[in-house]
C-alpha cells in the first residue's frame, strides 16, 4: 500500500506538474505579439521607437508592447550591444537646424582612428552576438526581416559591407536596407556583393522617388531591391499619385523586398506626416492590395507623425498596427476584386 501510494502521489504529481507546464506554455505564447494579418506581415522599424531609450532589449520590449511581431532592426543600437568600440569624440546633443560644432585637430585624429578601429572590429566580429540576439528576438514572437546597419556606405570597406550582410543574416533578416545611392557605380559595387553573399538590398529613397528611381540599380544585380517608402513617394507629388503607387508596387513587386507605409500629405497640400487615416497615402489601399494579391512584402510602420500629448511611440506604434488590422480585416470590396481602385 505504501508503495502503491507513493506511485500515486508522484503520477499525479507528475500530471499536475505536466497540466501547469501545458497552460504556461500556453500563456507565454499567448502573450507573443501576433502582427501577420491575413497573410499580410506588419512590422516596423527601430526608428519608430527614436523617443525612447533604444538598445536591443528595450525595443525589443516595445515591439511585443505594441504587438508588433516582426521589425526593420537599425544597426547602431545593435553594433553597440555586439560590442563595437565606442566612439572617444563625444558630440554635444543636435540641435535641429543647427551645423555641428567644428572639431579640433586633437579630435580629427581621434576620430580617424576610431573609425579604423571600427573597420577592424567589422571585418573581424564573430557572428555569435548577433545569433544570440535573433534567438532573443524570436524566443519573444519578434521576427528579424531587414537590418540597416551603418556599413553601407561609398567610404565603408568591401569587408565592412560584407560584415553587414553577414551580420543580416545571423539575425535571420532576408535584405539589408540603405538610402538609393546617387552614383550607379556604388548600387553596382553593393549588388555585386550581394550576389556574393546572397544578401538582398533593399534602396530607400526620399522625395527623389519616381518610378523610375531604381530602375538603375535593379538593372545592375538581381539582389538589388526595393525598400518603397509609400509615404515619401506621395509627398514627393507631380506624377506621384495614389494610381500610380499601386500600379508601381503592382510592376515591381518581385524587387520590393520591403516597405515603409507611413501616412504623408501630397506636395500640394504640404507634405506633412500625420497620424494614419489623415493624409493623403492610400494605406486602406496597399493593405488590401498586398492581402488580395498575396503579395509577401512586409509593411513596415514608420512613426514620423508628431506624438500627441498623453501618449508614446509605442501607444501610437499601436494605434498605427490596429488602423492596419481593420483595414485588412475588413470584408473585400463588392465593386473591387483585385483592380485598381482609383
Not at 118 to 147: C, H, P, Q
Not at 212 to 220: E, S, V
Not at 311 to 336: M, N
Amino acid at each position: 500500500m505504501p508503495n502503491t501510494r507513493r506511485a500515486f502521489l508522484r503520477q499525479t504529481g507528475l500530471a499536475s506538474i505536466a497540466v501547469i507546464t501545458t497552460k504556461s506554455l500556453f500563456a507565454r505564447e499567448a502573450d507573443k505579439p501576433d502582427s501577420l494579418i491575413r497573410g499580410v506581415q506588419i512590422g516596423a522599424i527601430t526608428y519608430s521607437f527614436r523617443s525612447l531609450p533604444g538598445n536591443p532589449d528595450q525595443t525589443l520590449q516595445y515591439c511585443v508592447d505594441s504587438g508588433i511581431s516582426a521589425i526593420e532592426l537599425m544597426g547602431d543600437a545593435v553594433e553597440d550591444w555586439a560590442g563595437k568600440p565606442a566612439n572617444p569624440v563625444k558630440f554635444p546633443p543636435r540641435v535641429p537646424g543647427q551645423p555641428r560644432p567644428e572639431l579640433t585637430d586633437e579630435q580629427k585624429a581621434q576620430l580617424k582612428a576610431y573609425q579604423q578601429q571600427v573597420v577592424s572590429w567589422r571585418e573581424n566580429v564573430s557572428m555569435d552576438a548577433f545569433k544570440t540576439l535573433r534567438k532573443k528576438y524570436n524566443e519573444a514572437g519578434v521576427t528579424i526581416y531587414a537590418f540597416k546597419p551603418n556599413a553601407l556606405n561609398p567610404d565603408n570597406t568591401d569587408g565592412e559591407i560584407t560584415y553587414a550582410m553577414n551580420a543580416a543574416r545571423a539575425l535571420g533578416a532576408r535584405s539589408v536596407t540603405v538610402e538609393l545611392p546617387t552614383d550607379p557605380a556604388h548600387s553596382k559595387r553593393l549588388g555585386e556583393l550581394g550576389e556574393k553573399n546572397k544578401m538582398f538590398i533593399g534602396y530607400h529613397a526620399h522625395l527623389q522617388a519616381t518610378d523610375t528611381a531604381w530602375d538603375t540599380a535593379l538593372a545592375q544585380s538581381p539582389y538589388n531591391s526595393i525598400n518603397l517608402d509609400c509615404g515619401h513617394y506621395i509627398a514627393a507629388g507631380e506624377n506621384n499619385t495614389p494610381a500610380s503607387l499601386l500600379a508601381l508596387i503592382e510592376a515591381k513587386h518581385d524587387r520590393i523586398t520591403s516597405m515603409h507605409i507611413k501616412d504623408r500629405k501630397n506636395k500640394i497640400n504640404g507634405g506633412r506626416n500625420m497620424p494614419w487615416g489623415e493624409g493623403d497615402t492610400p494605406l486602406k489601399a496597399i493593405l488590401v492590395w498586398l492581402r488580395d494579391k498575396k503579395y509577401r512584402i512586409p509593411a513596415t510602420i514608420e512613426l514620423e507623425y508628431d506624438i500627441p500629448a498623453g501618449s508614446d511611440a509605442v501607444k501610437e506604434t499601436r494605434k498605427c498596427l490596429e488602423y492596419a488590422r481593420a483595414a485588412l480585416e475588413a470584408a473585400p470590396s463588392k465593386t473591387w476584386s483585385g483592380a485598381n481602385p482609383f
